[in-house]
C-alpha cells in the first residue's frame, strides 16, 4: 500500500503543474495519455479518470508493491534501448542486430512487429557468416543483400551510427584513430579497441566523438574468445588475418552511407525517378523534435507555395544529404550572419554549402528547404533554428529520439500534448 499511497500522492502534486502548463483541459484525456502520466509516475498501467460538471476528480491508482531493498536498476541509455527495441536475435544469452534490423533503425520510427526474438543456433550463426562477403564484394546494397543472414553488435551498431554522420573529410580521421600503431593498416585486433571504449564510455549527444578520440590510448586484451561478427568477417576474412587498408575503409564508410540513402529514397519514389517536394520534407522533418503541429505545419507550406511539383531526383537528394554530413562546417560559415542578426537568402544559402563541401545544391531543393523553415513567407532563413532541427534529422533516431531526454520534464510535457493531439 506504501507504493499506492506514493503514486497518489505524486499524481496529486502533478495535478496543479499540469494544469499550469496546459496539459489537462476541461476535455476528456485520450486513456494513451494517461498511460504515459501513470508510467512516467511510476505507476503500472492502471489510471481511472472521471468528471463531473467539467472538472476533473482526483485519479485512482494501482500500483505494485516494490521490495524495499530492489537494487537499484543500471541506466539504460537511448541508443542501447533503441538497439533492443529493433534487434532481433538472440545467441548465447547476447542481444544481436541483423543487418535488415540496422536499416530499419536508421529509417523508421518503430520496429515491425515480432513476438520475441529467434534464438539462434551455433550452426545458424556459423551458416550466415559462411555467407558473409569478402570486402573485395563490398556494395552499397551490402545490408539489404545480408538482410536477417547475419548479426551485428551493440558496439558495432554505435559504431555504424558513426559512420553514417562522418563528412568524406572525417573518413580518413576515423581511420587513423583505429590505426593504433600507425602503420596505415588496422587488423582485428586493433579494430575490437571499439569493444572496450563503446561499452565504458558515457553517453551524450557528442559521445561517439569522444569515445573515438580516445581510440589510440585503449588497448584491449583480446586473448580472450570473442563472437565473430558479420562485419568482422567482412573485414577481416574467417580466420581474422586479413587487414584493413585506408581505401578498404573508406569504401565501406561511403557505401554504407549511399545504401541508406537510396533506401531512403526509394520508399518515397515508388520505383519512379524522383521525389515531390513533399515527400522530401517529410524525409527531412523525421526524427526531429517538432512536435505533430508543427511538422504539419511546414508541410502545408510546401504544398501551398509550390503550386507546381518539379521533383527532386536521387542525385539531387543525396547531395543534400552528404551536405548534412558537413553540418559542423556549415554552422561556422554561418556564425558570421547569426553575430549580424541577419537571415540567410537563398544565394547566401547556397554559397555556404558550397564553401563547406565544395559542391552547390540544387535550386529545387533549397527552394524547399526555404519553403519548409520561412514560417513567415519574407524569403529568408533563420540558420540557427535550421542547424539544430537538421542536427536531429542528422542522426536518424539517436540524438532526438525521445528516449535521449528521459526523465525531462519538457519533453514529458510535449510528448503528452502530442498524443492528445493526435486522438
Given at each position: ?300 507550406r510546401v504544398k501551398d507555395r509550390i503550386q ?59 527552394n524547399t528547404v526555404f519553403q519548409i523553415f ?50
Amino acid at each position: 500500500m506504501a507504493a499506492v499511497r506514493r503514486c497518489r500522492d505524486l499524481l496529486r502534486s502533478l495535478r496543479p503543474i499540469l494544469w499550469k502548463e496546459g496539459i489537462f483541459t476541461k476535455q476528456p484525456i485520450p486513456r494513451r495519455s494517461l498511460y504515459m502520466i501513470a508510467a512516467a509516475s511510476g505507476c503500472t498501467l492502471a489510471i481511472h479518470w472521471f468528471y463531473k460538471q467539467g472538472q476533473a476528480i482526483v485519479p485512482v491508482v494501482h500500483a505494485r508493491e516494490t521490495e524495499k531493498d530492489e537494487p537499484p536498476k543500471e541506466r539504460v541509455t537511448h541508443r542501447e534501448m533503441r538497439f533492443r527495441q529493433f534487434a532481433s536475435v538472440e545467441y548465447q544469452g547476447n542481444i544481436y542486430m541483423t543487418p535488415q534490423d540496422f536499416l530499419e533503425s536508421v529509417t523508421e520510427e518503430c520496429p515491425r512487429p515480432r513476438i520475441g526474438r529467434v534464438k539462434l543456433a551455433a550452426q545458424d550463426v556459423e551458416g550466415m557468416l559462411r555467407q558473409t562477403p569478402s570486402r573485395s564484394r563490398g556494395s552499397n546494397k551490402l545490408f539489404r543483400n545480408l538482410h536477417d543472414k547475419g548479426i551485428i553488435s551493440y558496439t558495432e551498431y554505435l559504431f555504424l551510427l558513426c559512420v553514417l554522420t562522418k563528412p568524406r573529410s572525417g573518413f580518413r580521421i576515423a581511420f587513423n584513430m583505429f590505426d593504433t600503431d600507425g602503420n596505415q593498416i588496422v587488423d582485428k585486433k586493433e579494430f575490437l579497441v571499439l569493444e572496450r571504449v563503446f561499452s565504458k564510455q558515457p553517453d551524450s549527444e557528442d559521445g561517439e566523438g569522444r569515445k573515438m578520440e580516445v581510440l589510440s590510448k585503449v588497448i584491449p586484451a583480446v586473448e580472450t574468445r570473442i563472437q565473430d561478427t558479420s562485419l568482422m568477417i567482412h573485414f577481416f576474412g574467417k580466420y581474422g588475418k586479413d587487414v584493413l587498408k585506408y581505401d578498404d575503409f573508406h569504401r565501406f564508410m561511403e557505401n554504407l552511407q549511399s545504401e541508406v540513402i537510396e533506401l531512403e529514397f526509394l520508399e518515397f519514389s515508388k520505383g519512379m525517378n524522383t521525389i515531390s517536394e513533399v515527400d522530401f520534407a517529410h524525409i527531412l522533418l523525421r526524427y526531429t523534435l517538432l512536435d505533430r503541429t508543427e511538422i504539419d505545419e511546414c508541410i502545408a507550406r510546401v504544398k501551398d507555395r509550390i503550386q507546381q511539383e518539379k521533383g527532386i531526383t536521387f542525385q539531387e537528394f543525396k547531395k543534400f544529404c552528404q551536405f548534412l554530413n558537413n553540418l559542423d562546417d556549415f554552422s561556422i560559415a554561418m556564425k558570421m550572419y547569426t553575430y549580424a542578426q541577419q537571415p540567410v537568402s537563398q544565394d547566401e544559402f547556397q554559397r555556404a554549402v558550397r564553401v563547406c563541401t565544395g559542391f552547390t545544391l540544387g535550386k529545387d531543393v533549397v527552394n524547399t528547404v526555404f519553403q519548409i523553415f520561412d514560417s513567415d513567407g519574407d524569403g529568408h532563413l533563420s540558420s540557427p533554428e535550421f542547424i539544430s532541427i537538421m542536427k536531429d534529422r542528422l542522426h536518424r533516431g539517436s540524438r532526438s529520439h525521445l528516449m535521449h531526454t528521459q526523465g525531462n520534464w519538457e519533453a514529458f510535457r510535449q510528448c503528452i500534448r502530442n498524443e492528445m493531439k493526435s486522438n
